[in-house]
């Protein structure tokens, strides 16, 4: 991918899924990777494979919910490369329940990994990205960020919020005119460990919905998906689509207007896994 040689890049959540396919794909292109995950052992596969392609690594156990850790790693990461040129605040959670009997401290947790974790990254290394007069930030929302779906409202919550978020910040620095580009990522599914990593509320079946998932929504790989993402930033999209699934979907919302939740409530009790 082109436009990517002697850019220090960050990816958050870099351990497994999109975010270690981010970082490899990265590598390729001739960027310095500052990576972070808190599975630690996931991260160190994803360095190992970085550093094989001759490319400098940074690699740090971060928890993104952790405010104080990510401004101190921030400086860090800027003082170990002497500039930063782009954040992919990727690291994120599922969690599937319908709202009337999620737990409370359950959605909280979906919102202080999915939106305050991007929350953190951004505002951490924004001030980096300024200065370095070549600033990129990447915020990884979900299809699920555009239009919602029972089961998810925790996730579709956070998804929305970051869209929001990360829209205004490019509005922001755009008549700012600050140096810094803003992409938010809406993909769809995509074949990782995230269904797998999901929690759930009581009494449903984890292992069932990740089958399902795996076998009837996640249609695109990450490695695929990491492209996409790239190809977009190279660009300088202000948004981008992953997937097939999330073209079409985006589509039929933007036709229907707020009618689409008719639609799906009267579709989806029959595509919904028992
Ligand atoms: N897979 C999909 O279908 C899909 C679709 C839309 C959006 N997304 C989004 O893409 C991003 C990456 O997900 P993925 O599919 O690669 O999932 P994944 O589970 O394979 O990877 C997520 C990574 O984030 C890490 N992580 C979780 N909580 C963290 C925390 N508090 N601090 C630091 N790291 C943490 C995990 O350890 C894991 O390595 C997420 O934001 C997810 O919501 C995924």
Redesign the pocket.
Known sequence: MQGFAGKVAVV????????RALAVELARSGAQLAI????TE?LAETEKRVAALGVPVKADR????EREAFLLYADEVNEHFGKVNQIYN?????FNGDIEVSPFKDIERVMD??FW?VVNGTKAFLPHLIASGDGHVIN?????GLLSMPGQGA?NAA?FAVRGFTEALNLEMSMNKHPVKVTTV?????????AR?ATAVEGMDVEALADF?DRR??STS?EKAAQVILEGVSKKRDRVLIGNDARALDLLVRILGSKYQRLFALALPRLRPQ
Request: proline content about 2%; charged content about 10%.
């Open positions: 958050t959540g870099a351990g497994s899924g999109i975010g972070s995950d808190l599975d996931g971060l928890n993104v919910t990727n690291a994120g959670i599922a990994v999915d974790g990884i929302s979900s299809l699920f996730y998804k809406h993909p769809g599914g995509i074949k990782t460990a995230i990593n998932f929504l996640a990450a």
